[in-house]
């Protein structure tokens, strides 16, 4: 399959099953909903070394948030109910709470996780509890007036790790539709795409030489060390870009690779693309398969 | 078929209780035992044939009670669902306890109406008396879920030791309101009488005009914009119907904390122009 004088991999994505949750994180203004979602969403680009991995999935007006005010939809996915639980309260405690103006909620039925529940303590015996149409708000009194924070939030079973790689004559040319792919995918509710920007250059393969380490670079798509290793890179690409996808179900994963990878093929050649594939291993450990041919057809 | 309805023939010389006759408790009962049903008055008992006149089917999720009068005691006492309309007036304890459904009263309700209870819904048009969600006496919580909308004005000691709820007065509340409150909220768009949420100790009175004296042991905490009182107004928009009556809410409020000499962690709202 070539699509805009790119080759599509007759490969697929694997993806694993992950607990997720929505938190709709609002401000005085969009400004300062960005500052607390953005903080709350550092240092969360991969379960392995961050607890979780999370990310902005859209802005919302006022009409669509709790409170009347502006603010943001955040997702964060872990690989345990225990962890997410953790992730969540430390998050927003350390981000949100400490954040002028601002306030959490809810933005998902499921599975109660704490997300006000134990942030109250904070007050200090001054915190006041709500309830407004049988769900439970915490009003803790903080030094810019109240921290509003719903009591939980929900969870749910989601999917992570969908992705594809985008193959390029240079990183800059990689870069670039990449960008592309990552404003197209952007506008798919439901998923994110949780690295830096959304790409990420250190893909890993299982293993290592070294006995402590569980992954390590994906030396096959490292142009560098073509010649050194059996290499699945030709010589006129110059360098590798993966987009990592994480979703609340199988069908916003799809929705966001075909988005991604259908804006990839729209740089097309001409733009220094030459294949897009995707991280698999070999099937066997993750339950969810994205077939990149079947994704665009 | 048709709505369960109950007519009272006479007004009774004593009260009645009766709450026995709940959607849920009637549930799956023929016409012949809804009248053989024993309501007790005083030291006897009168069946429901010998106070209503029956019509309609049983075993029906709403039940209506024509020509009520404030004799009948306990309408809707601890019921779990269904629909209670009253059509006249509720005696005491109307909705004691009770944890779902929704009763309304089309006339006044007396007192100690949603005393006790723990959820559902109740509404009423006209007035409502004493100890509106209020506790029994010896009972250490009133009212610990659910809502109260009064049409008109309620009377003394609204919200009496409640704990958790929304109690809504359009009208005007008597002397106490919101007395020993341990948490919840009450809203209140005319006038209080004196001594509002004497002895609170958590839990929001949102009043929309200042009481005549405010009680010493409140203290100013300044005028504030709250973000909660915007979910509430939500709520209200979203719920409609007799709730709408409540708005627009004043989302920018004077706070006061109090009552301080239990604690001072409730609060009393008076809503400003914003």
């Given at each position: 399959m070539i699509l805009n004088g790119v080759a599509i991999d007759d490969t697929f994505a694997e993806a694993f099953g992950m607990r997720a949750t929505r938190i709709i994180v609002t401000a005085l203004n969009l400004k300062w909903a960005y500052e607390a979602a953005r903080t709350m969403t550092?240092?969360?680009?991969?379960?392995?070394?961050?607890g979780c991995e999370a990310g902005i999935e859209c802005e919302l007006t006022a009409d669509e948030t709790p409170d009347g005010r502006p603010g943001l939809a955040v997702l964060l996915f872990a690989v345990s109910s225990k962890e997410l639980a953790k992730q969540v309260e430390r998050r927003i405690g350390q981000c949100v709470l400490t954040s002028p103006t601002s306030a959490a909620f809810s933005g998902i039925d499921g599975e109660p996780v704490a997300l006000g529940k134990n942030l109250r303590f904070f007050g200090d015996g001054y915190q006041m509890s709500k309830v407004i149409g049988g769900r439970r708000y915490w009003r803790v009194p903080v030094m810019d007036g109240e921290f509003l924070c719903e009591e939980t939030t929900g969870m749910v079973r989601a999917v992570g790790g969908g992705n594809f790689l985008v193959l390029a004559t240079s990183p800059a040319e990689a870069l670039a539709a990449c960008e592309a792919a990552i404003d197209a995918m952007?506008?798919?509710?439901?998923?994110?795409?949780?690295?830096?920007g959304g790409i990420v250059r250190s893909g890993s393969k299982v293993?290592?030489?070294?006995?402590?380490?569980s992954a390590s670079t994906n030396d096959a798509y490292c142009p560098t060390l073509r010649g050194a290793v059996?290499?699945?890179?030709?010589?006129?690409?110059g360098a590798v870009l993966e987009i990592v996808i994480d979703g609340l179900t199988e069908t916003d994963v799809r929705n966001a690779m075909r988005a991604g990878v259908k804006a990839v093929c729209d740089v097309g050649a001409a733009g220094g693309v030459h294949r897009v594939s995707a991280g698999n291993y070999?099937?066997?450990?993750?339950?969810f398969h994205f077939h990149l041919r079947e994704i665009l057809a | 078929m048709t709505e369960l309805c109950l007519t009272l023939k006479h007004t009774p010389a004593q009260m009645v209780?009766?709450?026995?006759?709940t959607p849920d408790l009637l549930a799956g009962k023929g016409r012949e035992d809804i009248l053989r049903i024993e309501l007790p008055t005083g030291n006897r008992k009168l069946r429901v044939a010998d106070l209503f006149d029956l019509s309609g089917d049983g075993a029906q999720s709403s039940l209506t009670i024509r020509?009520?009068?404030?004799?009948?005691?306990?309408?809707?006492?601890?019921?779990?669902s269904g629909t209670i309309a009253i059509e006249g007036d509720c005696g005491p304890?109307?909705?004691?306890?009770?944890?779902?459904g929704k009763i309304v009263v089309h006339g006044t309700a007396a007192a100690?109406?949603?005393?006790?209870?723990?959820?559902g819904a109740i509404e009423v048009r006209g007035d409502a008396g004493d100890f509106l969600g209020g506790a029994l006496?010896?009972?250490?919580?009133?009212?610990?879920g659910g809502s109260v909308v009064i049409h008109g004005n309620a009377g003394d000691r609204?919200?009496?030791?409640?704990?958790?709820g929304l109690v809504l007065i359009a009208g005007d509340a008597g002397a106490?309101?919101?007395?020993?409150?341990?948490a919840g909220t009450i809203v209140v768009s005319g006038r209080v009488g004196h001594s509002?949420?004497?002895?609170?100790?958590?839990g929001t009175l949102l009043l929309a005009h200042p009481p005549a004296e405010m009680p010493a042991k409140f203290q100013d905490a300044g005028e504030y914009e709250l973000l909660f009182l915007t979910l509430l107004a939500k709520h209200f928009e979203h719920e409609g119907?007799?709730?709408?009556?409540?708005?627009?809410?004043?989302?920018r409020v004077r706070r006061y904390c109090g009552d301080l000499a239990t604690g001072g962690k409730g609060e009393m709202l008076l809503g400003l122009s914003s």
């Open positions: 550092g240092f969360a680009t991969s379960v392995i070394g961050c952007s506008k798919v509710r439901g998923a994110i795409m949780p690295f830096p293993g290592s030489k070294y006995k402590a380490l059996d290499s699945a890179l030709s010589p006129d690409i070999g099937g066997k450990l993750g339950p | 209780d009766v709450s026995a006759l020509a009520s009068t404030d004799r009948l005691a306990s309408i809707g006492a601890h019921m779990q304890y109307g909705g004691l306890g009770m944890r779902g100690f109406v949603g005393c006790g209870m723990r959820g006496p010896g009972d250490k919580q009133g009212m610990r609204a919200g009496d030791r409640m704990r958790r106490y309101c919101g007395s020993r409150m341990l509002p949420g004497f002895g609170l100790k958590r119907g007799s709730f709408k009556a409540f708005l627009p809410l004043s989302r």
